[in-house]
């Protein structure tokens, strides 16, 4: 489910703000922009108070799919020195933007040029674990080079990054000796990284396919997902909590009646949780699942 701003508005936006957009902050804190609130949470653990930084997406009540630019967000991209966003046509506003708000010097960091995906992927990439290392690295070469005085600060945060996330690693690594090959099914591919790394068998992929589309799930598509819910042929349903409709609903409905255990994923970290604990939270929530104790 995706939306496109058009290049015209895109335009008279940029055009309108380019004029407003302010200079390098009087504290010479490096500029960074990011599409979404999670690589954000990185670049501040990378920068630490080198960096001001300003998300895009982050609002845990909002679908991403049905963003919206405004002149603010386009002043923000026009000022950054640095911008992050995770590319594979998940923000295709994002490339828009930053066509017409040329910076000299500006560095832009796409996760999905870092993991080699494209427009078709999965892009929901942040779930794949080596997105965020890669996306890391990449954000301590940037600010390493546009403030080389204190590369030795970025190297450092960035190795305590890279160790922070042993703890998420670990927990991968105890559910998939637990539970690898258990079927599972989604109402849209947002975990599908995740569970791939989990080794979980995933059924139902056309259906989620078209829902991330935004088209019609065909009739039979749809028929073999009830029944395997009803049927229990799957354990645990994973949704998305923040792109659910009717389709969906009834599909969770059914899960639960169908005593399937349900997890609520979502595509923005929530207010006040690290990258780092937000996977954490969502991989304790999908053992618990899986474990055999239905939501």
């Known amino acids: 489910m995706k939306t496109l701003i058009g290049a015209a508005t895109a335009c008279f936006l940029a055009l309108a703000a380019l004029a407003l957009a302010p200079a390098r902050a009087a504290d010479s804190k490096i500029a960074v922009v990011a599409a979404e609130n999670f690589y954000g949470d990185v670049a501040q653990q990378i920068g630490g108070d080198r960096v001001s930084v300003s998300n895009i997406l982050s609002n845990p009540d909002q679908d991403p799919h049905l963003f919206e630019t405004t002149p603010t967000i386009v002043r923000r991209i026009a000022a950054a020195q640095v911008v992050v966003f995770n590319g594979a046509d998940y923000d295709p506003w994002m490339a828009k933007l930053l066509n017409v708000t040329r910076k000299p010097g500006r560095v832009v960091i796409v996760a999905a040029d870092l993991t080699h995906r494209k427009a078709g992927d999965n892009p929901h990439l942040w779930y794949d674990p080596p997105t965020m290392p890669a996306v890391a690295g990449a954000l301590a070469a940037a600010l390493s080079a546009a403030d080389p005085a204190h590369q030795d600060g970025y190297a450092a945060r960035l190795k305590a990054f890279l160790a922070s996330l042993a703890p998420l690693n670990g927990k991968i690594a105890a ?121």
């Open 175 to 295: 559910i998939r000796k637990n539970y690898a090959g258990v079927p599972v099914t989604a109402t849209e591919p947002v975990f599908g990284y995740m569970a791939a790394a989990l080794n979980l068998k995933m059924h139902n992929e056309r259906f989620q396919l078209a829902v991330m589309n935004d088209t019609e799930p065909s009739a039979r598509d749809f028929a073999a997902f009830e029944r395997e819910l009803k049927t229990h042929k799957v354990r645990v349903l994973f949704y998305n909590k923040q792109a659910s409709d009717n389709l969906v609903q009834h599909l969770v409905d059914l899960a639960r009646a169908s005593h399937i255990a349900v997890v609520g994923v979502t595509e923005t970290a929530p207010p006040g949780l690290s990258y780092q604990n937000w996977m954490l939270s969502e991989l304790d929530a999908a053992e618990q699942a899986l474990a055999g104790s239905s939501s």
